[in-house]
């Protein structure tokens, strides 16, 4: 059966699917094009997509009975994928949940930490040849322990955060999240929306898609405290980049650690210019023991649809 892979995975990966299948590796960084999508859909018999390959419903419209049986997502957040349309057309749609959560939940400790304690600053400034000496009052920043932290989504890795901070750091950990959790994981409160946004570093950490497209928004950004600190590590355009923008260049709030970005690879140039910003690319999951797991899961799905068994990992 052919195989068609849209970026490199690790190489472990890449020789477990080279054993099992027909495999075309596209060798490139940059998503599926509009035909690319199509082609894939029906040319093939399994898709390994990822990040930013746009399988929506124009796509499946215009190849209406799909040689592809599935879309085995590498990753977990699939909102690039219109998963309604897929399995009306017959294709099948998984992702690779708890392979990512505990890195992901460490890069928002490290967005969390660097915006906090000014380090990305710090560093550009001793690169530049700017820093002159210790002094006592040079760069105060906020410390983290004893804080208090609001996480907007208390899924897997949600309470992986949480667990961080409450165990690590000692702060107090309230959430929202859309249903209720009966079992954070660690002491905390679930509360509305306004009531989390005015935590002292707030936390997003939920799913992409149509249902939280500009969630954190001008009116949200509002109930955040001005001393506070906004990090995201789920999907860029669950925030309304030009709003946080304005809000950090208005100083109602402190500071912003992103890892995703509203319209990626690119970023606001309000962004890059703010010294009060931390910006990573996306290293969420950038580990190479846990892009292999997440590889293999893919793979695990990819051969349960090819041998017609029950696939491990299914979407809902």
């Known amino acids: 059966m052919k195989l068609l892979i849209t970026r490199r995975l690790p190489d472990a990966v890449l020789d477990v699917a080279r054993a099992r299948f027909d495999v075309t590796l596209r060798d490139q960084t940059d998503p599926l094009s509009p035909e690319e999508l199509r082609a894939a859909l029906r040319d093939y018999d399994l898709v390994l997509p990822t990040l930013g390959d746009r399988f929506q419903a124009d796509v499946f419209a215009d190849v209406p009975q799909p040689r592809a049986k599935i879309l ?37 400790m490290t967005l969390i930490l660097m915006t906090a304690r000014r380090a990305g600053e710090g560093e550009r400034l001793l690169r530049a040849g700017k820093w002159h000496g210790w002094g006592p009052i040079q760069m105060l920043g906020l410390h983290v322990t004893g804080r208090k932290v609001g996480i907007i989504g208390m899924g897997r890795i949600g309470k992986a955060i949480a667990r961080r901070c409450h165990h690590g750091f000692g702060m107090e950990v309230v959430f929202h999240n859309r249903s209720t959790v009966a079992d954070a ?11 989390v946004l005015a935590a002292d570093i707030v936390v997003v950490a939920v799913p992409g898609g149509a249902e939280t497209h500009h ?7 509002k109930h955040m405290r001005r001393d506070a600190i906004f990090i995201n590590i789920s999907r860029g355009d669950v925030v309304d980049e030009a709003a946080l923008v304005a809000a950090l260049q208005a ?47 893919a793979l695990d799905n990819a051969i349960a649809c090819a041998e017609g068994r029950a696939l491990p990992n299914p979407v809902a």
Request: charge should be negative.
């Open 72 to 108: 085995a997502n590498f990753g977990v957040g699939y909102n690039h994928i219109d998963a309604a349309a897929a399995r009306a057309h017959g294709v099948a749609v998984t992702n690779t949940p708890g392979a990512v959560t505990d890195a992901t939940a460490d890069i928002a």
């Open 185 to 195: 994981g660690v002491p905390a409160r679930q509360l509305p929306l306004d009531q």
């Open 251 to 297: 100083g109602q709030i402190a500071g912003a650690g992103l890892d995703v970005y509203e319209f990626e690879p690119k970023v606001h140039p309000g962004l890059i210019a703010m010294e009060n910003v931390t910006l990573l690319p996306h290293l969420g999951t950038a580990a190479l023991e846990v892009r292999a797991a997440m590889g293999m899961m």
């Open 215 to 221: 969630l954190v928004n001008a009116e949200m950004l």
